[in-house]
């Protein structure tokens, strides 16, 4: 007897069966297509590419006045007038600012008093001694020249009285002792006018001259102090005060710059120092404007480290041209180093390159296998890396996989865009 068909109603009735089996088929037809391509991993891939690859330092930095004047307070006093505000382009000699100078212009004064008269006295040395003085020195002089010149005479007479027997010796003994006593007070009024003073009273005046005459300084650099010009042609960029507010001695009144050109100073990290060199290019960042760059070079390079909040940073510097003044000062900036910058060089991506046994390698893919090569670098950065040898224009290297299996020389691989 013929074996029986399948019925029709059978396959309708138990349809949930027939799926399962037509599953459990596919998945073992998978399991099997899997086995077979099991040494196959997907990787990421690049093509070695000529470009321009630059190594930088980036960091941070803040913005310095290259020509600045800063105002302080020499007194306690009043801010008597403010004739500027904060923003205003001032030119050289301009009066910024005036402080309550009442007192200053007394104390200088008072030594411009102390000068006059230390000058009268240093006079009267000179001359030896004041008009007066000098004047009633000569009258005693010649009063003096007239008596000894009496004197001289009338010695003279009695010994020729005395020769002829008209005289005594007494009489001419006493005429002897008043000739005597005249040429005394003459040689005395003589060395009192040509040593009128001693040393220590011509050193007391030359002291007192010297005191003055500093004391005036005083006042009068006071005095510029308290009425504020502008060294320069400059920016008041700083204005701490208003009008009529009362300072100490030292408070900051205005800050004032040539902001035509600021100096950055550039905070490098440890690591990074020994790759600065002077003329190195620069370029300044400032995310108040974005995508603004302002060109400059390594002016300076740090000649130590030293801490600064958590790091330890050397400082560099350098100038950059702000003629639209944009750059303000003490605004802190993004700040990058260029060390070294190389044109129409072959690159590929930094993940593309390894290290085994101090040798530099990438994975080449050809016919969907890896060949390692050995390559010779030069300069990367954080993205790319120069292969100055070891690998041809428009290779194909592979990056990483995809199944976080490792790569090995000969592994079949297939590329994943």
Known sequence: MAPSAVNPGFLARNRWLVWAVAIVAAVVLLAAFMSLRSDTIPVSAATAVRSTIRSVVSTNGKVEPVQNFEAHAPVATMVKKLLVKEGDHVKKGQLLVQLNDSEARDQAARALAQIKAAQADVSAIEKGGTRE?????????????????????????????????AASPGEVKAAQDQLAHADADLKLLEQKQKDRYSKPEVARV?????????????????LAQLNIRAPFDGVVYSLPIR??????????????????????????D????????????????????????????????????????????????????????????NVNVGVTVITAEHRGVLTVPREAVRQSDSKTYVFRIVDDQLQRHEVQTSISNLTQVEVTSGL??????ALTSLNSKPLRNGLAVKVVR
């Open 270 to 329: 440890e690591p990074d120092v020994g790759r600065l060199a002077p003329g190195q290019k620069i370029e300044v960042t400032w995310d108040a404007l974005p995508g603004r760059i302002w060109d400059g070079t390594v002016n300076t390079v740090p000649a130590a480290v030293k801490l600064r909040g958590t790091r330890n940073v050397g400082e560099t510097t350098c100038v950059v041209d702000n003629r639209d003044l944009k750059l303000l000062p």
């Open 206 to 222: 030359d002291a007192q001259q010297t005191q003055a005459q500093a004391a005036y300084a005083a006042a009068e650099d006071v």
């Open 133 to 165: 003085e000098v004047l009633t020195l000569q009258a005693l002089l010649l009063k003096a020249r007239a008596d000894r010149d009496t004197a001289q005479r009338n010695l003279e007479a009695l010994q020729r009285l005395q020769q002829q027997g």
């Open 392 to 397: 041809a224009e428009n290779a194909l290297v």
């Open 243 to 268: 009008q009529g507010a009362f300072v100490n001695p030292g408070d900051l009144v205005l800050q004032e710059a040539d902001l035509s050109k600021v100096l950055v100073r550039a905070f490098v």
